[in-house]
């Protein structure tokens, strides 16, 4: 769940082929804010991966984060955000908080390794 629509789409691009490069398909579901992201998972869920920014227009990421892991509990979560306090997604139960001030490879890299260890787990 990400607000910054052309941010979302390069790393949606980039991940994707670099998991296409493995011949793991991948399929993306993007929202712009807490109530989309509750919805997608409420409808989409479980998935691989799910990456959450802390700040979305309508609230706060961790709570998304805190009912991602509380419905599916095998999900990784990827909390990516460009505020300077990440404490908080882990205390919400994210497996990964990373700064957007990390370089984009460095980011597609940490969030694949996450992709594949995760694995479509059950509710």
């Given at each position: 769940?990400?607000?910054?629509?052309?941010?979302?789409?390069?790393?949606?691009?980039?991940?994707?082929?670099?998991?296409?490069?493995e011949g793991d398909g991948a399929e993306f579901a993007r929202a712009a804010t807490v109530a989309d992201g509750l919805r997608i998972a409420d409808r989409q869920g479980p998935f691989d991966l799910a990456v959450v920014d802390l700040v979305l227009p309508d609230g706060n990421g961790a709570d998304l984060v805190r009912e991602v892991k509380a419905a599916y509990q095998g999900t990784r979560v990827a909390?990516?955000?460009?505020?300077?306090?990440?404490?908080?997604?882990?205390s919400a139960g994210a497996d990964?908080?990373?700064?957007?001030?990390?370089?984009l490879p460095e980011i597609v890299a940490r969030l694949e390794a996450l992709a594949r260890a995760g694995g479509r787990p059950g509710t």
């Open positions: 769940m990400e607000d910054h629509s052309l941010f979302a789409q390069a790393l949606e691009l980039v991940l994707g082929q670099r998991l296409a490069d909390v990516l955000s460009a505020g300077p306090d990440l404490s908080g997604a882990l990964e908080a990373i700064s957007k001030l990390v370089p």
